[in-house]
């Protein structure tokens, strides 16, 4: 369990005096416009949360309007010593946006321009607040779009996705975040401005670019994001099979992609997730199932009926009760909103709940599943699977109520035990959500000291002073930069 810091998990601080000293809030209003800098409790409160579980205070929250008012920003926080905290629309699940260590959060919200379409090319820029789909739904009109997609992907920005490396139930085929970004320009922690990365496919030198993706904001803040464009494919199939076992629904996994066959997406739900989102009025869903799989297929219509037919012998054959395919948008549509709505379906169960994010090989998913179950009941807490199946990734959802004392501490245990069984079967601490607070005290599992000694000295290189996003990743009793 990780170690935690006092309050961690604990409520929101009450309405009460400022915390930042007045000087410091003129500057930043000189930089942004007063309507722009929060710094009154109760303006702060809801930026003292991301999706997870965990909890922090930051001082003032800026609103940046330009790429020069991150530098001022920025330059301001270094004289006063405040830790500087970039923050997307908040639906991290690994507490990467929490201000564990106070200072100031900047906001791209106002940031949100698509800059640059390149049809021929296709790439486009775009400002780091641009909400997920909205890239996705500028290009589709040229036969184009933005593949990762996170089940977030109507709210959450592409700063953050690029900051947690992000991935989404269509990254089986097309590869995550760092797949599709090709150039960054950064605001590093002295204010200095760079440009990492370029319009190309590689670039000489350094391959900066991956090395800031997945930072989690610890190295440098994005104000810019140039990214590849994928052509939309003409065929698509999307299958919904439903099977009376786990066990059947993870054989079938595996089999599928042995098979050679990578469906565009292949993700897997499970019975109690089913339940929760025919509580929550999702319909077309088969009742009773004990799990399901969303299987989709893409490709030139001649190929695909050819890869449709052995996806459905291959269900079959592991013990599908039901198969049905999406004959229309709209139904390839109504099923996608379910997989996507799941988790926010999960509150008809319980009012919170705490996603992990582990990843083992995709041959041991049936031995996790088991795992995930045997957890559950030892703790005596409904755990939820919804996941991105085809990838290995596994996202147990364990719903319980925050305000029943002891409650989190235990939920907090239950993934911890989890994520142990996927390091020990081969597999790691985290598929997509970065590690941010939650599993900084799990790092030592996976690296060894000369490991993180060697991420330190990265993080040194960028922010040798320790104000970017401090507190974050590296386990507690790491020296700080
Ligand atoms: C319902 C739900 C479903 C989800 N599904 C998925 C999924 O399928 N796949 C997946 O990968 N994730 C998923 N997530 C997690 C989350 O949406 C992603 O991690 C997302 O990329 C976070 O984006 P954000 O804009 O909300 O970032 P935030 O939560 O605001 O920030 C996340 C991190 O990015 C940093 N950051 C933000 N902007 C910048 C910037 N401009 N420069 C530098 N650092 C920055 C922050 O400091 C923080 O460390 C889901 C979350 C929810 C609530």
Avoid at 38 to 58: A, K, M
Avoid at 107 to 115: K, V
Avoid at 130 to 141: E, F, G, R
Avoid at 155 to 164: F, I, K, M, P
């Amino acid at each position: 369990m990780p170690s935690g810091q006092p309050g961690r998990w604990g409520r929101g601080r009450l309405n009460g005096a400022a915390i930042l000293p007045p000087p410091l809030v003129g500057e930043l209003q000189a930089i942004v416009g007063k309507d722009h800098v929060l710094w009154r409790h109760d303006e702060l409160r809801s930026y003292e949360y991301d999706g997870s579980i965990d909890v922090g205070h930051p001082e003032a929250v800026v609103l940046v309007g330009s790429r020069d008012e991150v530098v001022e920003v920025v330059k301001l926080a270094q004289r006063y010593g405040k830790p500087v905290v970039p923050r997307g629309a908040g639906t991290g699940l690994s507490g990467g946006a929490v201000l564990s260590h106070g200072g100031i959060a900047v906001g791209f919200s106002r940031l949100r321009r698509i800059l640059e379409i390149d049809e021929q090319n296709q790439r486009a820029v775009c400002e780091p607040g641009v909400v997920n789909l909205d890239l996705t739904k500028a290009t589709t009109p040229l036969g184009l779009y933005y593949a990762p997609d996170p089940s977030s992907q109507g709210a959450c920005t592409l700063g953050g996705n690029v900051a947690e490396n992000s991935g989404g139930a269509h990254c089986l085929a097309y590869g995550v975040t760092t797949n599709h970004v090709l150039g960054l320009e950064l605001v590093l922690a002295d204010g200095s401005v760079v440009n990492v990365g370029g319009q190309a496919v590689d670039v000489p030198g350094y391959d900066l670019t991956g090395l800031v993706v997945g930072s989690e904001g610890t190295f440098a803040i994005v104000t810019k994001i140039t990214v590849r464009l994928m052509r939309i494919q003409e065929g698509v199939r999307t299958l919904l099979a439903t099977f009376d076992t786990i066990d059947d629904a993870s054989r079938a996994t595996s089999s599928i992609v042995a098979a050679g066959i990578i469906p565009a997406a292949l993700e897997m739900m499970d019975g109690l997730t089913i339940q929760a989102l025919q509580r929550a009025g999702h319909k077309g869903l088969p009742s009773g199932a004990q799990a399901v799989l969303l299987v989709e297929l893409e490709g030139m219509p001649e190929g695909l009926s050819e890869s449709t037919a052995a996806v459905q012998d291959i269900l079959l054959q592991c013990g599908a009760a039901e198969i049905r395919t999406a004959e229309t948008a709209d139904e390839r549509d109504r099923l996608w909103k379910a997989r996507k709505g799941a988790l926010g379906a999960l509150g008809q169960i319980k009012p919170n709940y705490y996603l992990q994010d582990g990843v083992i090989p995709r041959t041991r998913l049936l031995e996790v599943l088991r795992t995930v179950t045997e957890v559950s009941e030892r703790y005596g807490l409904p755990i939820a699977n919804v996941f991105h199946a085809g990838d290995g990734n596994i996202h147990p959802c364990i719903v319980f109520d925050q305000r029943v004392p002891g409650e989190t501490e235990k939920v907090v245990a239950a993934g911890g035990d989890i994520l142990r069984k996927c390091v020990e079967l081969g597999g790691t601490l985290s598929g997509e959500h970065g590690i941010g607070l939650e599993k900084q005290a799990y790092m030592t599992w996976i690296f060894s000291p000369v490991d993180i000694a060697a991420m330190l000295a990265a993080k040194r290189a960028f922010d040798p002073q320790g104000l970017l996003n401090p507190g974050k990743i590296f386990p507690k009793d790491t020296p700080a930069p």
